[in-house]
């Protein structure tokens, strides 16, 4: 169980209401953040995507490394390839024998994985960080850190604003969202030593990621999140327990209304963050953003980015190498 840890992001009073705080009646917001939450919170597609970043070619592979089932698996793999963030490959005319790689958008996905691991490791490892990582450029061990590109500086929600498109506001689809979960069985861990599964133990599905999503547009009671989600409401009181318990939102000090983020839940708008950014490129071909981020001093547009804590430069999938236990030696 993590230590309660005291809410630090309250609703933002002092600033007048937000333009994107209320979502207008029959509508839900048309951010990219949102659909890459639904793309990635498919069961087992953010580990299978991660396996490919560790080098998981075939099918037997991820078999290995995450002892799903064979029947999962192919459904599962199915689909990542529908939704173009994996390709295959076949290596004999008439064999059914193929191998596994991510497209161009499925590598784009690397910055988002690292970003996870690094909350991961900061809040959920308990001393060592199971995973090392190593920079080929830099020759360096290294931990991944998200800052603004414009800036370098690290990214925090409390010092950011929004700028919303006409477009920003778009009719609710019809159709119901899922509502299973992304880790099927708590305690089942696969066999690779990494934070992310004991993150997504946590997060757990889309709903999650999407209260925090409405916390971060300023909403903050019950009635709030059941207004703009359209949430049944025991489902939403699970996952506020949920998220209490898990130490990323409590009740703010002094015995407020409603709830407020925590230390440990302002860490995950990073990630949130670079999922907004990567489903703006990736799930709106040719269009333009519906919401920008800027800095809330000045009003200047800020774009996220991870850089590696040794050079600064942003680590590229195919040159960070691993190993388990403590960084030393790389022989990779
Ligand atoms: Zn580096």
Same mark, same amino acid.
């Given at each position: 169980m993590t230590p309660a840890s005291p809410a630090i992001m309250t609703p933002d009073t002092a600033a007048g209401e937000r333009p994107d705080r209320h979502v207008p009646s029959g509508c839900e917001r048309n951010c990219a953040m949102g659909d890459t939450i639904t793309l990635l919170s498919q069961p087992w597609a953010f580990l299978i995507v991660r396996e490919i970043f560790f080098g998981a070619r075939r099918f037997s592979d991820f078999v290995r490394t995450l002892e799903i089932p064979r029947a999962t698996l192919s459904t599962s793999l199915t689909k990542l390839v529908e939704d173009g963030l994996i390709e295959t490959e076949s290596h004999a005319e008439g064999s059914s024998w193929k191998t596994y790689a991510l497209s161009e958008s499925g590598r784009e996905l690397f910055p988002i994985y690292l970003g996870f691991m690094r909350f991961g490791d900061d809040w959920l490892a308990q001393g060592v960080p199971p995973l090392a990582l190593f920079h080929h450029d830099c020759r360096s061990w290294f931990s991944p850190r998200i800052v603004w590109a414009e800036t370098g500086e690290r990214v925090d929600p409390r010092h950011m604003a929004v700028r919303l498109e006409a477009n920003y506001w778009r009719a609710k689809s019809r159709q119901e969202p899922r509502r299973r979960r992304?880790?099927?069985?708590? =305690?089942?861990?696969?066999?690779?030593?990494?934070s992310m599964e004991r993150l997504l133990s946590i997060v757990g599905d889309r709903w999650t990621f999407l209260i925090l999503r409405e916390m971060f547009h300023g909403n903050h009671t019950f009635q709030d999140f059941l207004e703009n989600l359209q949430i049944a409401s025991n489902i939403l009181a699970q996952r506020l327990q949920f998220l209490t318990e898990a130490g990323m939102v409590a009740r703010p000090a002094g015995g407020g209304a409603g709830y407020a983020v925590t230390a440990m839940g302002l860490e995950i708008y990073g990630p949130m963050i670079l999922m907004k950014t990567w489903g703006d490129r990736w799930?709106?071909? =040719?269009a333009r953003p519906t919401m920008h981020f800027l800095d809330k001093a000045d009003g200047t547009p800020r774009t996220p980015e991870v850089v590696c804590s040794a050079c600064g430069q942003p680590p590229l999938p195919a040159r960070t190498g691993y190993r388990e236990g403590e960084a030393g030696t790389f022989e990779g």
């Open positions: 992304i880790v099927k069985a708590q =305690g089942h861990m696969g066999v690779r030593a990494c799930l709106m071909p =040719g």
